[in-house]
RNA sequence: GCCCGGGUGGCGAAAUCGGCAGACGCAAAGGACUUAAAAUCCUUUUUCCGGCAACGGGAGUGUGGGUUCAAGUCCCACCCCGGGCACCA
């Protein structure tokens, strides 16, 4: 056949139209195939995809195609994180309603998706701003609500000028916003609703432990991190005179005996007793001027309340201070200060001359002198000055002190925690409406489940910010009190949109179900996901948000499983040329500026040949030029290739034959392990470097060996290129219908050893032998080769090291 | 400050178990084809020294040390870059 020029739009459009609604890569629902769930993180549809999404889902089609050639019953759908901000940040810039806009965006980024040609099934695709989908958030949280793990309070939370709606702790970044990274988040006191994730803490926690063979260690590492659980005690220091308690939460009662003072954070309840007049001023701005310098560089304050609390194990007299750098919000909000072998609380009393007292000597050391102390000691020892106790281990001392303070009821052991509960509360329009109702007489009232789901009304006025839209919405807000009938108003923040990634992998499962979020049955068959593919970023919010959604479903006895993913595999980020691609930059390549300049295929070649998948990728148009070389050199060959060759083999044939199982062998374990694709993609530019050397010289039958698997190797990475090529060799379409081939480890194999002759380590030649030649005859082979013979003349041989079909090394003096 | 990654040609990178450093690609230079250009194909391309040449020799994976017959790979110390955490008691 004469070759062919190739032409990727030609080529493209044609098998995207021919695909265009054909209801390909379904999955089967009852099939003796074993399962395969690969899912990549759905996008928020922010109207185009660009290249850094494009690396995403390369990745997991690439798996998903593969696995289904490997004969696997394959789940791999794709929906809309439809929800958020910017459908109504552009409501409020352009006047478009966010139902319109969110359309819009989702119709133009699907059309992206096939013309990358993506192998979803299209026929599970979940949209989140869809009612038939919320209505299981509202399920869901009603659910929660009965069991006490929603609950309402009024409480400091990080507030965004910018969104104007408050932000859960995990999209606070260095003090700001996650999405506006300069604008600082403020402290407010708002009524907000929250799921009680704490009491999973521990499970999360424990749960790490079961994921390490599958997850990123960094993300657990962040989890952990983010979890934060310490073991420690809670103490009570009376307050002289009134004897009110102070409990402080600390880890190393060991160190009480340190204890110099305590401090109280600046909102500690019993602060208002304590201070008055002049002094209440400065504890006010102690807390706004930490409000408003953000964590990190703040400096140590405090102020002496005048008071007094004993403390309960030496009965000394401390003074109670009150310091900016305790929190509120972890522990008890008091700590006790032992200056000498803690660096914050050394730093503090410095600062103050309160006075230090070193308790805890190293275990081979002497005690800290204190004119030559100029930092904590912060570790474990041997406890010395502190009654009875001195002269035992840290260790001990806690176990026997923390037992004391049980039995004296003034004390017990506690565990804290750095996570705090998921506040969910939005006060934004485009979201799930919370399904509540609120009564004059009977107070708060969840909806009931049949009045599911509370559709979010739609073309409402959106604009001013602190105060939902849905305030002024008078049909949705006015409502009777399905208790009493009278007169109520609907709750009106919405959900915050982490919620509805929480769970939407399990709706894949069985997205049509009118009467519950999802069949049981169908869950404990495709559940855990086998592969979940996504960005780094997502590693504390949406990951441990999706992982406490999986344990409180199971406690709601709808699934069976504990944690949602059994793999996770995170892709580093796409930049361009060197930057990150950002819309002030302009320099971000969307996908319909890549495919009409480069197609679908390149795209999907280049971002996986340029380097290994979880690290950052550069792109940059002259790589994917080399991309762009190597399909069309791939087309021609297989087009001039195709029925060519004599009957009879060839020397050829049989050199042309190991380079192509060497590469089938490379790509296969590349799936198999690690999934370091560029070498796939560089092992089959090897493999057309050697064909395009031997092709005048192949015969027939190897020919038409050569071109077919060759088309079955290049489907998970271009299918459309693999599709065309199918069809030009006048094959039954389509490819991805077809068995991966198994390679030949016979037809693999070099035919001889080339075995490296080292002298002292350094390269001095090498010879070919045949495979498994013995070491004995490999090292008098090479103590006789003529190269080598110079080298050793005198010299003495000290040693021969033979690795055997390798290398022989000799070591002479 | 603490905890993870990472540092290899002009560039993106490879080297999976301690055994030939630089596969594969880009860019560059030279050549073929062409009236010319593009496209395509061929050759060279870590660096230094010697040679007209095939070739030979030395150095070389952030820096310094170590283990080993052998180190990009293992150990110790340090430098730089990226990310995470950071008054969490």
């Not at 109504?88 to 040609?117: F, L, S, V």
């Not at 049980?406 to 565990?415: L, R, S």
């Not at 108003?489 to 894949?508: G, L, P």
């Not at 030009?728 to 070099?750: I, K, M």
Request: aromatic letters at 10%; hydrophobic letters at 40%.
């Amino acid at each position: 056949m004469p070759e062919k020029q190739y032409d990727h739009n030609q080529i493209e459009l044609k098998w995207s139209e021919r695909w265009a609604n054909a209801p390909l890569f379904q999955a089967e629902e009852n099939s003796s195939k074993p399962k395969f769930y690969v899912l990549e993180m759905l996008p928020y549809p922010s109207g185009t995809l660009h290249i850094g999404h494009i690396r995403n889902y390369t990745i997991g089609d690439a798996l998903a195609r593969y696995k289904r050639m490997r004969g696997f019953n394959v789940l791999h759908p794709m929906g809309w994180d439809a929800f958020g901000l910017p459908a109504e940040n552009a409501a409020i810039a352009n006047n478009r309603d966010p139902y319109e806009w969110t359309r819009y965006n989702i119709e133009n980024m699907k059309r992206q998706h096939r013309r990358m040609g993506f192998s979803y099934d299209w026929s599970r695709e979940v949209t989140t701003c869809d009612p038939e989908y919320y209505r299981w958030n509202q399920w869901f949280f009603l659910k929660m609500l009965e069991r006490g793990l929603a609950y309402r309070k009024n409480a400091l939370v990080n507030w965004c000028t910018e969104c104007g709606t408050v932000l859960a702790n995990e999209q606070v970044v260095d003090g700001c916003c996650w999405r506006h990274e300069s604008t600082p988040v403020e402290q407010r006191a708002i009524e907000q609703w929250f799921l009680r994730i704490t009491d999973y803490a521990d499970e999360l926690l424990a749960g790490i432990k079961d994921l390490e063979d599958g997850w990123p260690e960094r993300v657990l590492l962040m989890q952990r991190n983010w979890i934060g659980r310490s073991e420690g005690a809670e103490i009570d220091f009376h307050l002289e005179g009134s004897g009110k308690p102070i409990r402080v939460f600390t880890t190393r009662v060991d160190t009480i005996y340190g204890a110099t003072c305590v401090i109280l954070a600046p909102e500690h309840p019993l602060v208002a007793e304590l201070v008055s007049g002049e002094a209440k001023v400065q504890v006010k701005q102690m807390i706004d001027s930490r409000a408003a310098k953000g964590p990190g560089d703040i400096e140590k304050e405090g102020l002496f309340t005048g008071s007094y609390a004993v403390n309960p194990f030496s009965g000394e007299k401390l003074p109670v201070w009150i310091g900016n750098f305790v929190l509120m919000g972890y522990g008890t909000g008091a700590i006790m200060a032992v200056p000498a072998h803690d660096q914050r609380d050394f730093e503090f009393c410095k600062q103050y001359n309160i006075a230090i007292r070193p308790v805890v000597r190293p275990v081979d050391g002497a005690l800290a002198e204190l004119v030559t102390m100029k930092e904590a000691f912060g570790d474990d020892g041997v406890v010395e000055h502190s009654g009875s106790y001195s002269g035992l281990s840290s260790a001990e001392a806690r176990r026997v002190m923390t037992a004391k303070a049980e039995a004296e009821n003034f004390g017990k052991a506690a565990v804290t925690f750095r996570i705090k509960d998921w506040g969910i509360s939005r006060q934004r329009y485009w979201g799930t409406p919370i399904p509540v109702i609120y009564c004059p007489k009977c107070g708060m009232v969840p909806v009931p489940e049949s009045d599911l789901p509370v559709v979010l009304p739609l073309k409402v006025p959106i604009g001013g910010k602190g105060r939902s839209p849905l305030e002024n919405v008078p049909e949705f807000v006015n409502i009777a009190c399905p208790k009493c009938g009278e007169p109520a108003r609907r709750e009106t923040d919405t959900m915050d949109t982490f919620v509805d990634s929480s769970w939407y992998f399990y709706r894949y499962c069985d997205p049509h179900n009118s009467s519950a979020p999802f069949d049981s049955k169908k869950i404990a068959y495709w559940f855990p996901i086998d592969q979940y593919i996504g960005g780094v970023e997502h590693a504390i919010l949406h990951l441990i948000y999706s992982r406490f959604w999986t344990k409180m479903m199971r406690d709601l006895g709808l699934i069976s499983n504990s944690e949602p993913a059994k793999r996770l595999f995170t892709q580093g980020m796409v930049i361009k040329d060197g930057a990150k691609m950002s819309k002030s930059k302009g320099n971000v390549v969307s996908a319909d500026e890549m495919i009409e300049r480069f197609g679908a295929d390149t795209g999907r070649v280049f971002e996986l040949f340029a380097t290994s998948p979880e690290r950052e990728m550069d792109w940059t148009d002259a790589g994917a030029n080399g991309a762009y070389g190597f399909i069309s050199r791939v087309y021609r060959f297989v087009t001039r290739n195709f029925g060519q060759g004599g009957s009879e083999p060839t020397a050829a044939d049989k050199k042309a034959l190991r380079k192509l199982h060497q590469t089938l062998r490379q790509i296969t374990d590349d799936f198999e392990g690690r999934w370091h694709f560029n070498t796939s993609i560089a092992a089959l530019m090897g493999l057309m470097n050697v064909l395009t050397d031997l092709e005048k010289d192949l015969s027939a039958p190897a020919i038409a060996e050569i071109l077919e698997k060759l088309t079955l190797m290049l489907e998970p990475f271009a299918p459309y290129l693999a599709e065309e090529l199918w069809e030009e060799q006048g094959r039954e379409g389509p490819v991805f219908g077809h068995a991966w081939p198994e390679y030949d480890p016979e037809l693999a194999r070099e035919e001889e050893a080339e075995v490296v002759i080292q002298v002292n380590g350094k390269l001095r030649g090498r010879i070919n032998v045949a495979f498994g030649t013995p070491r004995e005859t490999l090292e008098k082979l090479v103590l006789g080769d003529t190269k080598v013979r110079p080298l050793l003349d005198g010299k003495q041989v000290v040693k021969v090291i033979v690795v055997q079909d390798k290398l022989v090394n000799i070591v002479v003096k």
